[in-house]
């Protein structure tokens, strides 16, 4: 399986910093996206050594151990990875008092073959686009989501929520963080897209699936993302990293009608 991977990032229309940090490692088919909170600066200092840190220490590990790690491998490599990072942020935290109270959501995907290994913490989501079929892969870690899992509420009156920002785990908060990871069957064609809820509380599911089917590149399916959130009042920070499974024989056969053969 090839994968293909873009991300793109906006502060958006409301906010003047950008506290959204977003990265892949190509050749590790690893790909990461936070979104800070906190104080001053200090939501994109929290993400920012989040996706900075886990780049480094799972792509040194991804590419030490091989595309062929087992799934019990890889899930305690992100674990530990993880961890480290939590402990990092918090420590710096704690550390300096501009800031105390720093934290940040986090979604990160290893891609092998025909799986993909995905962890999140907090509420920014990953999605899949299956034949035309769209579906949010992750569940998040808010107040909301409790609610809505207790019966308390609709999703619908989540949708019109008050209370849409609080999260019921975030990295660097406290100095444990329990990180969710699940093991998904990919197929030729998939497309998964991590997003900060910069889009996600902006643009319905139904939206994003709109744009998602779009037969484009993923560099415009992903500007176009940016511009629907903006289009709808851009109130937060936005960013989106798409990753696309092809199988090496689609791969091959374009490049030989590109060369008439």
């Known amino acids: 399986m090839i994968y293909e991977f873009c991300t793109h990032t906006d502060p958006g229309l409301a906010r003047e910093n950008n506290e959204d940090s977003v990265t892949f490692d190509a050749l590790a088919r690893l790909g990461i ?24 220490e799972m792509g040194r590990w991804l590419s030490q151990a091989g595309r062929h790690a087992n799934a019990k491998e890889v899930r305690r490599a ?6 480290n990072a939590n402990r990092s942020i918090f420590n710096a935290a704690n550390s300096n008092p501009q800031y105390t109270g720093m934290g940040t959501t986090l979604v990160i995907g290893v891609f092998q073959d025909a799986r993909a290994m995905l962890g ?4 920014s989501r990953c999605y899949r686009l299956r034949d035309g079929e769209f579906t949010q892969v992750t569940k998040d870690h808010s107040l909301l989501q409790e609610q809505i899992d207790a019966g308390l509420i609709t999703p619908e009156q989540a949708a019109t929520s008050m209370n849409k920002n609080l999260v019921t785990r975030a990295l660097g908060v406290e100095d444990t963080v329990l990180l969710e990871v699940n093991e998904h069957r990919v197929d030729p064609g998939d497309i998964y897209l991590m997003c900060s809820d910069g889009l996600s509380d902006m643009v319905d ?8 089917r779009e037969p484009v590149t993923l560099q415009h399916m992903a500007a176009q993302l940016i511009d629907a959130a903006n289009a709808k009042g851009g109130r937060d920070n936005i960013s989106v990293l798409l990753a696309q499974a092809n199988t090496g024989e689609r791969k091959r056969s374009l490049f030989s009608r590109i060369l008439g053969k």
């Open 33 to 56: 996206l936070a979104d800070g909170m906190g104080g001053y600066n200090a939501g994109e200092i929290a993400s920012g050594m989040a996706t900075t840190f886990i780049k480094s």
């Open 205 to 212: 599911d139904a939206g994003i699936a709109e744009i998602m």
């Open 78 to 83: 992100m674990e530990i990875c993880v961890e």
């Open 120 to 123: 999140h913490i907090g509420d």
